[in-house]
């Protein structure tokens, strides 16, 4: 458990419920437990009504994995535990597409990255000046996408981040200016509302990029069993896509 939550940064009950026990009750007793142990930090939104408990490997909690690791002689993480950007809406991102391949043997979410991870690799293939917040490959009935994904940081998806806003800009650049072209067959935007939708859309029909682009807010994530479904927007085509249906 230690290990999950150091490798998401923050989860909440119903996430690590999904990811490691088949029970609520049981990952709470579990997580309760790693708590009074000084192992891990809960804490609630004050502004949520709903009143759900995350949880955030301690110092403490970080140092018995680091040392735990090293007994393994296994490498340690860079920034071991602590939370990257947006890291609610990625935990949501990633846990929503694990539940749905749980249900659905013709679906696997085949590899993933976290955002320093994603941006090395990246780098690796000639791709810089991007910050993505992930990279995965979703397969699905036999399809298969590799994608990366950006949150955008903006007002509305600061409070799901603990974010400040920063100016607006074009986050997609670096890919345009990718030398040897871009390792994935989609990059995928979260935008905070319509009109941050629209405005993305807009600029990559203006400047196209050597990738598909597909979009979703916020609210259609959230809405949606998982970003497998149906809910992403494709420059030059009509209609939402699947995941598995963007970048073909």
Not at 3 to 16: C, D, K, N, P, W
Not at 52 to 68: H, I, K, W
Not at 163 to 188: F, H, I, N, W
Not at 238 to 243: A, N
Request: proline letters at 6%.
């Amino acid at each position: 458990m230690l290990s999950v939550l150091a490798e998401h940064g923050v989860l909440h009950t119903g996430q690590v419920t999904t990811l490691l026990f088949g029970s609520r009750p049981a990952a709470a007793r579990h997580l309760g437990a790693l708590a009074r142990a000084g192992l891990v930090w809960r804490f609630v939104h004050d502004d949520d009504p709903r009143h759900v408990a995350f949880y955030e490997l301690s110092a403490a909690g970080a140092q018995a994995l680091t040392a735990r690791l090293g007994e393994a002689g296994r490498a340690v993480p860079v920034a071991l535990g602590r939370p990257g950007p947006g890291e609610f809406v990625v935990n949501e991102f990633f846990v929503g597409l694990a539940a749905h391949a749980s249900k659905d043997p013709r679906c696997e979410l085949f590899r993933w990255r976290r955002a320093l991870e994603a941006a090395v690799w990246l780098r690796e293939h000639g791709v810089a000046e991007v910050s993505p917040s992930a990279y995965g490959v979703w397969i699905e009935g036999g399809r298969a996408v590799r994608f990366v994904l950006h949150v955008e940081h903006t007002a509305a998806a600061g409070a799901l981040s603990r974010l400040a806003a920063p100016p607006q800009a074009d986050v997609l650049a670096g890919y345009r200016r990718a030398p040897r072209g871009v390792p994935v067959a989609a990059v995928l935007v979260l935008c905070p509302d319509v009109e941050r939708e629209t405005e993305v859309r807009r600029g990559v029909a203006a400047a196209p990029l050597p990738v598909t682009v597909g979009t979703a807010t916020l609210d259609r994530l959230f809405d949606a069993s998982s970003a497998a479904e149906a809910i992403w927007a494709v420059t030059g085509a009509e209609g939402l896509r699947r995941l598995a249906e963007v970048g073909r």
